[in-house]
Structure formats: C-alpha cells, structure tokens
C-alpha cells in the first residue's frame, strides 16, 4: 500500500479490517447480529494495524466503526495509536446480519453466500448492500477529512462491490485496504464536474 497524499485524501477511504475473534480463528461465522470480543491476537493486530498507519503517515482525521465489540475495540486501539482523531460509531457499517449461519463453518456456508443465498434469520445480500452503500453516503460530507472505516470482511466485500477494487473479500484480521470513493461520491451527489 502506498502513502495517502493530501490530494488524494479527498476521495479516498482507508478500511481496516477488525482485529480477531475467537471465532475467528475457529473458522466460524460471525454475522453482525453475534457480538463478540477481540481475542489478544486480534488487540496485536490492531495495534500493528495504527502503527503502519502512522508509519504511512496517513492523514487519518476521522475514525469510523460499527457498534459492535471487534470493530469498536480494533477503532478505539487505533484511535490511541494515531492520538486525538476523532472516533464515531456508525451502526449501519455492522457485518451483514447471519441468522441461524452464525458459528457455523466458513467452508459451510461459503457456497451459499457465494450464490446470494440468504441466510434463515439473517440479512439477504441486496439488504446488506443497501445497508452498507446508505453508510457510507453518510461519509461522503466526511471525505475531507480522510476517514477511516473499521470494518469486518463482509463490508469489504460490499465495498469494491460499490466503489472497487473487487476481490477485496480476501482481507485478513488487521489488514489495510485502500477505496477510492470518486465514483461513489459523484453517482451518489450533485459534486461530479464533468
């Protein structure tokens, strides 16, 4: 990943993903409606996680996470790492919501999600996409400030759905990733020049 400049700050969003779990680590699924802890693996990673962002030197100047515990703790440790930038919570940047798939096996429930199947109880894919693209909307007024967004592999997923690049779903615990929120920002505002 490369250094952030200031004019590219304007239009970029920096996504970590939450540090883990111990489920996790388990291979089981954790939707947005399974609220659990970082593990101290996961407190390291995020920790490693503010350490390249300052190494970057990455003009964060807003942290942005869900209200649930993994992504929350994972913001609140960055937030120390990079000192005096402003944390808020965002409920609407949850995992997408599981139903009765929550702690079953990633390899499982892998096929299923992978054909748009929605989970007994849970969130169908286009609710999630909605969900998230109606988040980071509120961003957009934001985008000066250079926001980062603590997320979980789900809303990366959604997010190079939107905005690219795709194939982000791959992301591991702690892991950095860089969308360019132009495209988003001019199909969804009044500010696109042509």
């Known amino acids: 990943m490369q250094t952030v400049n200031h004019a590219q700050a304007s239009r970029h969003l920096i996504f970590v993903r939450h540090g883990a779990t111990e489920l996790n680590l388990a291979g089981l699924r954790c939707g947005g409606d399974l609220d ?3 593990n101290e693996l996961g407190r390291r990673q995020a920790a490693e996680a ?20 993994r992504t929350r703790e994972t913001a609140e440790i960055i937030a120390r790492q990079l000192q005096g930038v402003e944390l808020m919570i965002e409920p609407a ?13 990633v390899a499982d429930t892998e ?3 992978a054909e748009r199947v929605t989970p007994p109880g849970g969130e169908s894919s286009d609710e999630f996409l909605d969900r998230i693209s109606g988040a ?3 961003l957009l ?4 400030q250079q926001p980062l967004l603590v ?27 860089l969308f360019d929120l132009a495209a988003f920002a001019c199909r969804n505002t009044m500010g696109c020049q042509a």
């Open 36 to 38: 659990v802890p970082l």
């Open 50 to 69: 503010g350490q390249r962002i300052r190494a970057l030197r990455m003009p964060v100047g807003v942290i942005v996470a869900s209200h649930l515990q």
């Open 93 to 105: 940047f949850a995992e997408r919501h599981l139903g009765a798939w929550n702690m079953r096996s």
């Open 111 to 113: 096929t299923g999600l």
């Open 136 to 138: 980071v909307q509120t």
């Open 141 to 144: 007024p934001r985008l000066e």
């Open 151 to 177: 997320g979980s592999k789900g809303v990366a997923r959604v997010l190079g759905e939107l905005v690219g690049p795709p194939g982000r779903q791959g992301l591991a615990n702690g892991e950095l990733a």
